[in-house]
C-alpha cells in the first residue's frame, strides 16, 4: 500500500510562489499527479508526471506557470507553482498510480493511491 503525504501548502499573494512536495513510501515506479479541488466543484487535474520524471503533462490552466517534477531518490514528487492566482486556492492532492502503470494521466479514476490534501490559499 502506497502512503502519500503532502506539505507545502499555506497563503500567499496574488503572484506568488509556493512548491508543494509529496513524499511517497514504498518504490517510486509509479506514475504520480497533482489534483486540486475547491468546495462544491469536482476535483481538477493540475499536472502529472510518469515514473521516470519524463513527459510531464498540465492542465491549460497552470501551464507555463506550475512546474512537476520527481526526486526517485527521495521518493518525493514536488509542484512547484509561480505566479499564483486566486483562481489557484484549492485543496491540493497527491496521487500515484499503481507499481508498474509509469505513464502519466490525467484522469483521476487511474489513481487508486491518495494523499490527505493541503490547502493552498492565493490572497488578491
Known amino acids: 500500500q502506497v502512503q502519500l503525504v503532502e506539505s507545502g501548502g499555506g497563503l500567499v499573494q496574488a503572484g506568488g510562489s509556493l512548491r508543494l512536495s509529496c513524499a511517497a513510501s514504498?518504490?517510486?515506479?509509479?506514475?504520480m499527479a497533482w489534483f486540486r479541488q475547491v468546495p462544491g466543484k469536482e476535483r481538477e487535474f493540475v499536472a502529472a508526471?510518469?515514473?521516470?520524471?519524463?513527459?510531464?503533462t498540465y492542465a491549460d490552466s497552470v501551464k507555463g506557470r506550475f512546474a512537476i517534477s520527481r526526486d526517485n531518490a527521495k521518493n518525493t514528487v514536488y509542484l512547484q507553482m509561480n505566479t499564483l492566482k486566486p483562481e489557484d486556492t484549492a485543496v491540493y492532492y497527491c496521487?500515484?498510480?499503481?507499481?508498474?502503470?509509469?505513464?502519466?494521466?490525467?484522469?483521476?479514476?487511474?489513481?487508486?493511491?491518495w494523499g490527505q490534501g493541503t490547502q493552498v490559499t492565493v490572497s488578491s
Open positions: 514504498g518504490r517510486s515506479s509509479y506514475a
Open positions: 496521487a500515484a498510480r499503481l507499481s508498474g502503470r509509469t505513464w502519466a494521466s490525467e484522469f483521476g479514476y487511474d489513481y487508486p493511491h
Open positions: 508526471i510518469s515514473s521516470s520524471g519524463g513527459r510531464p
